[in-house]
């Protein structure tokens, strides 16, 4: 049984930062996973966000390159999103995703999912 923990949303002013943390549990061969963190704004389609391979390789989406770092940590079996500058249109559910092997950035690539955090920013 593999789970999905996250944490750390909250709300913010424009321009603020948060942490969100996604803890795992029950994975056999953790490193192996690809990470990825997903968001969802009421009425809009559920969007990946930022992506890390099993070895440390990052991606983005163009809407938060700059602003967004993703890392995991294996050790400790958890993945981290450190968000900066945040913009209104930040605001939405963030998801914890995984799937074993290859990052891909697609929705239905991932089989594990948390039950989300939210982020709210405001002007």
């Known amino acids: 049984q593999v789970q999905l923990v996250e944490s750390g949303g909250g709300s913010v002013q424009a321009g603020g930062s948060l942490r969100l943390s996604c803890a795992a549990f029950g994975y056999f061969g953790y490193g192996s996973y690809c990470m990825g963190w997903f968001r969802q704004a009421p009425g809009k389609e559920r969007e990946g966000v930022a992506w890390?391979?099993?070895?440390?390789?990052?991606s983005y989406a163009n809407s938060v390159k700059g602003r967004f770092t993703i890392a995991r940590d294996n050790a400790k079996n958890t993945l981290y999103l450190q968000m900066n500058s945040l913009k209104p249109e930040d605001t939405a559910m963030y998801y914890c995703a995984a799937r074993w092997g290859l990052c891909a950035p697609r929705v239905d690539a991932y089989n594990y999912w948390g039950q989300g955090t939210q982020v709210t920013v405001s002007s």
């Open positions: 890390v391979t099993a070895g440390d390789d990052t």
